[in-house]
């Protein structure tokens, strides 16, 4: 298996290195070292998606990447691109890395720079902080407790920061437990490589807030970026799609861009696999089901696996195509049964479309949407009481039922509480005014369900033709100059 080989490897070529330079000579060569970089402040702000970019020639999954990559000049373009941190392989029989670039990028940056190897004793800590490295990759997956506790004190007590790599719901309790501050979700399985997406979406639930997150491996497209937007992490680690890529400054561009300033849309309401389907191919963030039985929308639980099993879209996603998040929507149910709901057909998210409190929200136990609905200005304090509580807040048109009237409501006080929170809009919203709802409000996301139906049933070609309005329409914000923030940070 290859991560025993890469292990035992390592340990061989460790031995070696320990007896040509004892462990004594190599910590007071670490200790030697300018003080690292400060690894915590090139995540802030927290609310943004951050790009840790690799340095890597080529990887035992794909073989050589990038024969003849230029590590210093790759990686100065990643830094002047918008990268927060670089990430050098030294790992030389499987990923061809060598400690010499890790040196030799380290003096040509002035961001924090990241130690990726397999590293197993405290011998490589102390390596990796003599070579330059702020910082240092620790793998659950070869690491016992006391082994990862042990690590990571030796990175402490060097003033380097550790990534933790997990790879499950168990491997992120214990990278938890062992205090880790900067957690990493590989997609790729180190041992079978097979990728999954979106163990990210499963494992965030589990991870606290305080925590650095990071997403890790097999990020290429705008939709592996804009569903990282919804998953709240702090960064991305992204190497293949790098070295790669034709134009590296384009496509760090186009990542940050697409973590950071999309708009999510969440089609609500559906009941048919023809517009599940549609909504898929279109690139929906999200699919809104209605478990509200009075709404002529209502859908029974059982009915909803039963629709996306009749979906070829998400049975069968295409290659690179990323599936929507499901959200249940209720209305002042009990949360037993909305727990018991959310359990039973896997949804991701809740939406709370009543008049549930702000503890009421706190029971459930998916990440909330709280909708509320805004007349005066007052009612912006009503958000604050919801924000820090929920996952997001949806902003709906003030009506005397449960939404979904397709009216719209007063986008100049949805403007103010998209300043405030990361918010959804609705009410009313067709393809002919989502461009300007989208350019006087920003918000987060938008939710849509009656501007996408025909005679109160929904409509492939209205679904399609809505999504396309919004990623048309961000196309047009991007070229504004204030948009342009990426490229002017540094
Ligand atoms: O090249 P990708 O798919 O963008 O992945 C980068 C990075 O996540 C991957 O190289 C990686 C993640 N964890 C590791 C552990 C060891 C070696 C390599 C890795």
Redesign the pocket.
């Known amino acids: 298996m290859f991560l025993d080989r890469i292990v035992n490897q390592t340990r061989i070529d460790l031995a070696q290195r320990k007896i040509d330079l004892p462990l004594e000579q190599i910590k007071r060569q670490a200790l030697e070292q300018p003080s690292p970089r400060d690894v915590l402040e090139a995540f802030d702000p927290r609310d943004r998606v951050h790009l840790i970019a ?1 340095v ?1 020639r080529a ?1 035992p ?2 073989g050589l ?1 990038a024969p003849d990559l230029d590590p210093v000049a790759t990686a100065k373009i990643y830094e002047q691109s918008g990268a927060s941190v670089i ?1 050098v ?1 030294t ?1 030389p029989h ?2 061809l890395g060598s400690p010499e670039y890790l040196t030799a990028i380290k003096n040509a940056v002035s961001v924090p720079v990241l130690r ?3 590293i197993i004793d405290e011998y490589q800590v102390y390596e990796a902080r003599a070579w330059g490295a702020d910082m240092i ?1 620790l ?1 659950c997956a070869i690491l016992d407790d006391q082994q990862l506790r042990d690590l990571l004190n030796v990175a402490t007590s060097l003033r380097m920061r550790a990534l933790v ?1 997990v790879h499950s719901q168990d491997e992120a309790q214990r990278a938890i437990a062992a205090g880790a501050v900067i957690i ?1 979700v ?3 399985n ?1 041992t079978t490589f097979e ?1 999954n997406p979106y163990l990210i979406r499963d494992i965030r639930r589990i991870l606290p807030e305080d925590r650095v997150i990071v997403a ?5 497209s705008e939709a592996d970026v804009r569903r990282l937007a919804r998953y709240d992490v702090q960064a991305m ?7 790669v890529s034709k134009n590296i400054p384009d496509h760090i561009q186009m990542l940050l861009r697409h973590a950071n300033h999309t708009t999510q849309v969440k089609i609500c309401g559906l009941s048919e696999p023809e517009h599940i389907d549609t909504a898929i191919e279109a690139g929906a963030d999200m699919l809104g089901f209605i478990f509200h039985k009075p709404s002529h929308r209502y859908i029974q639980p059982e009915r909803v696996l039963e629709v996306l099993a009749a979906s070829q879209s998400y049975t069968q996603p295409r290659q690179g195509q990323v599936l929507p998040d499901l959200v249940g929507v209720f209305v002042n149910e009990d949360a037993d049964t909305i727990n018991a709901i959310a359990d039973q057909i896997g949804l991701h998210y809740i939406q709370l479309h009543g008049d549930e409190t702000p503890e009421f929200c706190q029971q459930i136990n998916r990440p909330v949407i709280k909708a509320l609905s805004l007349r005066q200005l007052e009612d912006l304090e009503r958000l604050a009481s919801y924000r820090d509580i929920t996952w997001r807040l949806l902003i709906d048109t003030p009506t005397p039922d449960w939404g979904g009237t397709g009216r719209t409501g007063d986008w100049e006080l949805a403007r103010l509480a998209a300043q405030q929170s990361k918010i959804l809009l609705a009410g009313g919203l067709t393809a002919e005014n989502v461009a300007t709802a989208i350019d006087q409000v920003q918000p987060w996301g938008l939710d849509v369900s009656s501007g996408v139906e025909t005679e109160r049933r929904k409509d492939s070609q209205k679904i399609a033709a809505f999504i396309a309005q919004v990623r048309q329409s961000e196309k047009g914000q991007q070229e504004a100059p204030e948009r342009q923030e990426e490229s002017s940070l540094r």
């Not at 890790?216 to 290429?220: A, K, P, Q």
């Open positions: 690799e890597k990887s999954s794909k990447l990430s392989l790992e499987f990923f990726k190897d397999f990759l793998i790599e990493g590989n997609s790729r180190l990728m890790e491996s097999g990020i290429h680690l992204v190497g293949e799609s790098l070295v």
